[in-house]
């Protein structure tokens, strides 16, 4: 199984994060930078791409020797770049990495003055009161890094589920070409599409189950093998990810998969409503006495405790066996009912591809309309866009939808919110656009009140249409900021504009 793009994407920020400690070429850290973005960017995996001999310089940002090292991943699964500059530090350093608000700047700061090059030296510092004296950091956000590591080291490593899906449906796909292999599901947190998962489960059925652990126990991106046995293995993959294999017999599929996909809260309330109902119910099956009565798929165990098969994204025990019990249970919405896009950046911020491609794009998807969105001017680092630059933009969307490009493009930007609750662009330009987004992006640490106070000024603008990303936070990086939701949303229903519900992985 070769390198996924995400990984080989990592392997390059990575680069360019101990590139920057190293007090490198700049340009040449931007360039390692770029190369990540483009390839996380990509619609291919570049595995392929190699193995059928493409010239990967044809890849915008791609020059030859970005291409010659993405050739050496795919072949060898490694960076020796990155592992050469990586000899140079501390094996500790990339979990000071990961945390919110430590950069490489911040980093090097840290292991040059203070020698930090661990989670346990950070937090004894914080406690000491020496990072607060350092350049560039102070009380705040000492006590932020304090808080940021302690949560670290208290919890089970979790990973973002739009990361691990690639890994996951590598896996499925090469145990799928295992000879005699008839199921193969992945189950747990990952299959209830939470937002983050731990530990990776799989689930099959085969034929020959020695050769099926063979494969899985030998996947090349393997950091170790944690557990070998005949119906079990777990291994330990060189992303931090772990995965788990159980092979299990066909008359227990369904009871297995139930059982391992969760959660815990909704199997300890399905096995309840079993007993309820004289039967016994566990991961080979649901039994009456010692007869089995279902276990080969999920519908037969739903059935048998007399509900409708429940979605996995709603196992909570959050009221969806009491909705299915009473024939309510909701309809989940899926890309089919998209119908269009009102936040979208191109490359004239910091988007990935053109007013024009994304258009088509989006038509291809048979959707009704896509609104541009650019970033406003005080994000300089993500190229916003002034009054002039916009109203440029403005023009060219017109001429774009003179042509019938099989969509409705609609106008808008993704407009600041200054710290005092204005806008970052006057109303002489925000009244000439279809959709005006306001974001908070800078400012993150104001008190609950001062922060509210900030959205809700924002929100009385007369041409605001919605609210985006309206917690802040970024999963696995950064905690929401304080705010009164509640006042928030009432205060969005009487102003009759909205608020997004965010879909983006992070």
Same mark, same amino acid.
């Given at each position: 199984?070769? &390198?996924?793009?995400?990984?080989?994407?990592?392997?390059?920020?990575?680069?360019?994060?101990?590139?920057?400690?190293?007090?490198?070429?700049?340009?040449?850290?931007?360039?390692?930078?770029?190369?990540?973005?483009?390839?996380?960017?990509?619609?291919?995996?570049?595995?392929?791409?190699?193995?059928?001999?493409?010239?990967?310089? /044809?890849?915008?940002?791609?020059?030859?020797?970005?291409?010659?090292?993405? @050739?050496?991943?795919?072949?060898?699964?490694?960076?020796?770049?990155?592992?050469?500059?990586?000899?140079?530090?501390?094996?500790?350093? !990339?979990?000071?990495?990961?945390? #919110?608000?430590?950069?490489?700047?911040?980093?090097?700061?840290?292991?040059?003055?203070?020698?930090?090059?661990?989670?346990?030296?950070?937090?004894?510092?914080?406690?000491?009161?020496?990072?607060?004296?350092?350049?560039?950091?102070? !009380?705040?956000?000492?006590?932020?890094?304090? @808080?940021?590591?302690?949560?670290?080291?208290?919890?089970?490593?979790?990973?973002?589920?739009?990361?691990?899906? #690639?890994?996951?449906?590598?896996?499925?796909?090469?145990?799928?070409?295992?000879?005699? +292999?008839?199921?193969?599901?992945?189950?747990? =947190?990952?299959?209830?599409?939470?937002?983050?998962?731990?530990?990776?489960?799989?689930?099959?059925?085969?034929?020959?189950?020695?050769?099926?652990?063979?494969?899985?126990?030998?996947?090349?991106?393997?950091?170790?093998?944690?557990?070998?046995?005949?119906?079990?293995?777990?291994?330990?993959?060189?992303?931090?990810?772990?995965?788990? &294999?159980?092979? +299990?017999?066909?008359?227990?599929?369904?009871?297995?998969?139930?059982?391992?996909?969760?959660?815990?809260?909704?199997?300890?309330?399905?096995?309840?409503?079993?007993?309820?109902?004289?039967?016994?119910?566990? @991961?080979?099956?649901?039994?009456?006495?010692?007869?089995?009565?279902?276990?080969?798929?999920?519908?037969?165990?739903?059935?048998?405790?007399?509900?409708?098969?429940?979605?996995?994204?709603?196992?909570?025990?959050?009221?969806?066996?009491?909705?299915?019990?009473?024939?309510?249970?909701?309809?989940?919405?899926?890309?089919?009912?998209?119908?269009?896009?009102?936040?979208?950046?191109?490359?004239?911020?910091?988007?990935?591809? =053109?007013? /024009?491609?994304?258009?088509?794009?989006?038509?291809?998807?048979?959707?009704?309309?896509?609104?541009?969105?650019?970033?406003?001017?005080?994000?300089?680092?993500?190229?916003?866009?002034?009054?002039?630059?916009?109203?440029?933009?403005?023009?060219?969307?017109?001429?774009?939808?003179?042509?019938?490009?099989?969509?409705?493009?609609?106008?808008?930007?993704?407009?600041?919110?200054?710290?005092?609750?204005?806008?970052?662009?006057?109303?002489?330009?925000?009244?000439?656009?279809?959709?005006?987004?306001?974001?908070?992006?800078?400012?993150?640490?104001?008190?609950?009140?001062?922060?509210?106070?900030?959205?809700?000024?924002? &929100?009385?603008?007369?041409?605001?249409?919605?609210?985006?990303?309206?917690?802040?936070?970024?999963?696995?990086?950064?905690? !929401?900021?304080?705010?009164?939701?509640?006042?928030?949303?009432?205060?969005?229903?009487?102003?009759?504009?909205?608020?997004?519900?965010?879909?983006? !992985?992070?």
């Amino acid at each position: 199984m070769a &390198l996924l793009n995400q990984d080989m994407a990592d392997l390059f920020e990575e680069l360019a994060d101990f590139l920057e400690i190293k007090g490198e070429n700049p340009f040449k850290i931007r360039a390692y930078r770029n190369a990540a973005r483009v390839i996380r960017d990509l619609g291919t995996e570049l595995s392929r791409d190699v193995e059928e001999g493409r010239d990967l310089t /044809e890849i915008a940002g791609i020059g030859k020797e970005l291409a010659a090292k993405i @050739e050496t991943m795919v072949r060898t699964g490694n960076l020796p770049a990155l592992d050469k500059v990586k000899a140079e530090f501390p094996p500790s350093l !990339p979990s000071l990495l990961k945390l #919110p608000g430590l950069g490489p700047k911040r980093v090097k700061v840290l292991l040059d003055q203070l020698k930090i090059a661990t989670l346990d030296e950070l937090v004894q510092a914080a406690k000491d009161g020496r990072i607060r004296e350092l350049p560039g950091f102070g !009380p705040k956000m000492e006590a932020s890094l304090l @808080e940021a590591a302690g949560r670290k080291l208290d919890t089970t490593v979790r990973h973002l589920r739009a990361r691990a899906e #690639p890994q996951v449906q590598a896996i499925m796909d090469l145990l799928r070409g295992v000879p005699g +292999v008839q199921q193969i599901e992945a189950a747990g =947190s990952f299959r209830r599409a939470k937002e983050t998962v731990g530990d990776l489960d799989f689930l099959v059925t085969a034929d020959q189950p020695d050769l099926v652990m063979k494969t899985f126990t030998g996947i090349p991106q393997i950091e170790r093998v944690l557990a070998h046995g005949e119906t079990k293995g777990s291994i330990l993959l060189k992303n931090g990810m772990q995965a788990d &294999l159980r092979l +299990v017999p066909p008359e227990s599929f369904g009871a297995a998969l139930h059982y391992f996909t969760g959660s815990k809260a909704h199997n300890i309330a399905t096995r309840r409503r079993a007993q309820h109902l004289g039967l016994k119910q566990n @991961e080979y099956g649901v039994f009456r006495g010692e007869e089995q009565v279902a276990g080969r798929t999920e519908e037969d165990v739903f059935a048998a405790l007399g509900l409708p098969w429940i979605p996995p994204e709603l196992r909570e025990d959050a009221g969806e066996i009491e909705a299915a019990e009473q024939g309510t249970l909701p309809t989940l919405i899926t890309d089919k009912d998209l119908k269009g896009d009102l936040h979208n950046h191109t490359t004239w911020s910091d988007g990935a591809e =053109s007013v /024009e491609t994304m258009a088509r794009h989006a038509a291809s998807l048979g959707w009704s309309y896509l609104a541009i969105t650019d970033h406003s001017k005080r994000l300089t680092v993500a190229n916003g866009l002034d009054e002039n630059r916009l109203a440029r933009q403005i023009d060219e969307i017109a001429s774009l939808n003179a042509t019938n490009p099989g969509i409705r493009i609609l106008t808008g930007s993704e407009v600041d919110i200054l710290e005092d609750g204005s806008l970052d662009l006057p109303d002489s330009i925000l009244a000439r656009l279809d959709v005006v987004i306001i974001s908070v992006h800078s400012k993150f640490n104001l008190p609950r009140d001062k922060q509210t106070d900030r959205i809700l000024r924002a &929100l009385d603008h007369d041409h605001v249409t919605f609210l985006a990303h309206p917690t802040g936070r970024l999963l696995l990086e950064r905690d !929401p900021y304080e705010v009164d939701m509640e006042r928030v949303l009432d205060h969005i229903k009487a102003r009759g504009c909205f608020v997004e519900l965010n879909a983006h !992985p992070l």
